[in-house]
């Protein structure tokens, strides 16, 4: 399947690595207290600028 054994073991750990790094992600996105994100649209910038600040 794999032309080469180093090839499989970069597929491996990335697919290893792929659903904890995203569920700790999702998680963290919706523990980010509501009033954070207002003070933050408060200040003016937008919600995709407001995520690059």
Partial sequence: MFPSSELSMVFIT??????PILLNT???VEGVDPRLIASAKALGPGAGRSCWK
């Fill in 14 to 19: 990335f697919t290893g690595a792929l659903f």
């Fill in 26 to 28: 999702v998680h963290g």
